[in-house]
């Protein structure tokens, strides 16, 4: 039995760092394992311009604790004003790993987000020329559409054409959760790839109302069915470099999830590569966990893989019931108060 493991410093491809004493309490989790994450823009307001990405990014590195390289790459929120020269502008930053397109209310202050994909074709003709990544949140919105199909339909009735229109336009279709999705990707041409959450390699919607409303297992996509998870644990397992890790760790204050209309996100930062690393270990893997975490991701990006490791020990530990994310709030981790069974050894 492996009881150490020395991975190349990973990456997060899908990262909500909040702002403001979240971010300070939040981004020290990440920094200690990441060496770069791209940054969702779903502030309020959302990130929608380069200037603003470029504030934040300093606000990001503020908050970095002292001695901590970590690398935040940026995304902006597309919107259906993005005007095209943003992409030129974005491009030109040097700052800017990507477009974030939000279907408008598929999630947590998405009220901005896309109302048809076909508004921001000029957008994403341009992103396609200079090379710019689309990040896409794939579920469709309409109220008539199951929220467990949500994701399925999204893939037909718009990625697909979408990625048709735009042959040459770089997608990660982010956070995945279907057996539908990993077919699409696997299936799709060169340019598409996706990033897959621990909650969705670990949990199945039955943990939602394991012996009553469980809130901290809300997240979106919402997770799905067995034979989903199932998909997806084969998917980030494979060595295929089409799927790399994406933790989207979402800290929101505890009384905003447990409460009569709970938001979606789940906390994962306090623990990613432990997390992902019981689903690798559990499917036979473990040798395949630096590729999915480290390697498929700045491939993906045409970035550099991280010099520098990560090392997990096999040692059981518990992560706490919550963590101070500023002032009188606090998060509930993924795991909190249970056993997880790798613990990163901080030098
Ligand atoms: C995210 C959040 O809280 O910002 N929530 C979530 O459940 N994943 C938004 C998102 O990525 O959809
Ligand atoms: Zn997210």
Redesign the pocket.
Same mark, same amino acid.
């Given at each position: 039995m492996t009881d150490l493991l020395t991975l190349r410093r990973p990456d997060d491809w899908?990262l909500?760092l909040?702002d403001g004493a979240a971010l300070a309490a939040v981004l020290p989790h990440t920094a200690r394992q990441f060496a770069r994450a791209i940054v969702?823009p779903?502030l309020k307001p959302p990130v929608t311009t380069t200037a603003l990405a470029a504030a934040y990014r300093h606000r990001i590195l503020a908050a970095r604790p002292a001695g901590s390289d970590f690398e935040p790459l940026m995304t902006l929120y597309l919107t259906d004003n993005t005007p095209t020269d943003e992409v030129d502008r974005a491009q030109a930053s040097g700052i800017v790993a990507g477009f974030k397109m939000?279907p408008a209310g *598929?999630?947590?202050?998405?009220d901005s987000g896309v109302t048809d994909v076909r508004r921001v074709d000029e957008v994403l003709a341009r992103m396609a020329e200079l090379g710019v990544v689309l990040q896409v949140?794939g579920e469709v919105t309409h109220e008539q559409v199951d929220v467990f199909d949500r994701e399925q339909r999204f893939i037909d009735d718009i990625l697909a054409p979408m990625a048709e229109r735009h042959p040459r336009l770089r997608v990660v279709f982010?956070?995945i959760t279907t057996r539908a999705a990993v077919a699409f990707v696997r299936g799709a041409r060169a340019g598409i790839a996706a990033t897959i959450?621990p909650q969705h390699l670990l949990h199945n919607r039955n943990d939602l109302f394991r012996g009553g409303l469980r809130p901290h297992f809300?997240?979106?996509?919402v997770l799905k069915t067995q034979a989903d998870r199932e998909a997806l644990i084969e998917a980030a397992t494979a060595g295929e470099p089409r799927f790399f890790l994406g933790t989207?760790s *979402?800290?929101?204050d505890r009384r905003s999830k447990e409460s009569e209309c709970g938001?979606?996100?789940?906390y994962s930062a306090h623990a990613a590569l432990e997390l992902y690393a019981e689903v690798f270990e559990d499917a036979g893997a473990l040798h395949r966990l630096e590729a999915f975490a480290a390697d498929f991701g700045p491939d993906f990006y045409g970035l550099p893989r991280n010099a520098g490791t990560v090392t997990l020990v096999r040692q059981e530990w518990s992560p706490p019931a919550i963590y101070p994310l500023g002032g009188t709030e606090f998060v509930v981790p993924m795991r909190a108060n249970g056993t997880l069974r790798w613990r990163q050894v901080v030098s």
């Amino acid at each position: 039995m492996t009881d150490l493991l020395t991975l190349r410093r990973p990456d997060d491809w899908h990262l909500h760092l909040r702002d403001g004493a979240a971010l300070a309490a939040v981004l020290p989790h990440t920094a200690r394992q990441f060496a770069r994450a791209i940054v969702m823009p779903n502030l309020k307001p959302p990130v929608t311009t380069t200037a603003l990405a470029a504030a934040y990014r300093h606000r990001i590195l503020a908050a970095r604790p002292a001695g901590s390289d970590f690398e935040p790459l940026m995304t902006l929120y597309l919107t259906d004003n993005t005007p095209t020269d943003e992409v030129d502008r974005a491009q030109a930053s040097g700052i800017v790993a990507g477009f974030k397109m939000y279907p408008a209310g *598929a999630t947590t202050n998405s009220d901005s987000g896309v109302t048809d994909v076909r508004r921001v074709d000029e957008v994403l003709a341009r992103m396609a020329e200079l090379g710019v990544v689309l990040q896409v949140h794939g579920e469709v919105t309409h109220e008539q559409v199951d929220v467990f199909d949500r994701e399925q339909r999204f893939i037909d009735d718009i990625l697909a054409p979408m990625a048709e229109r735009h042959p040459r336009l770089r997608v990660v279709f982010e956070h995945i959760t279907t057996r539908a999705a990993v077919a699409f990707v696997r299936g799709a041409r060169a340019g598409i790839a996706a990033t897959i959450t621990p909650q969705h390699l670990l949990h199945n919607r039955n943990d939602l109302f394991r012996g009553g409303l469980r809130p901290h297992f809300y997240c979106l996509p919402v997770l799905k069915t067995q034979a989903d998870r199932e998909a997806l644990i084969e998917a980030a397992t494979a060595g295929e470099p089409r799927f790399f890790l994406g933790t989207d760790s *979402a800290p929101h204050d505890r009384r905003s999830k447990e409460s009569e209309c709970g938001c979606a996100g789940m906390y994962s930062a306090h623990a990613a590569l432990e997390l992902y690393a019981e689903v690798f270990e559990d499917a036979g893997a473990l040798h395949r966990l630096e590729a999915f975490a480290a390697d498929f991701g700045p491939d993906f990006y045409g970035l550099p893989r991280n010099a520098g490791t990560v090392t997990l020990v096999r040692q059981e530990w518990s992560p706490p019931a919550i963590y101070p994310l500023g002032g009188t709030e606090f998060v509930v981790p993924m795991r909190a108060n249970g056993t997880l069974r790798w613990r990163q050894v901080v030098s």
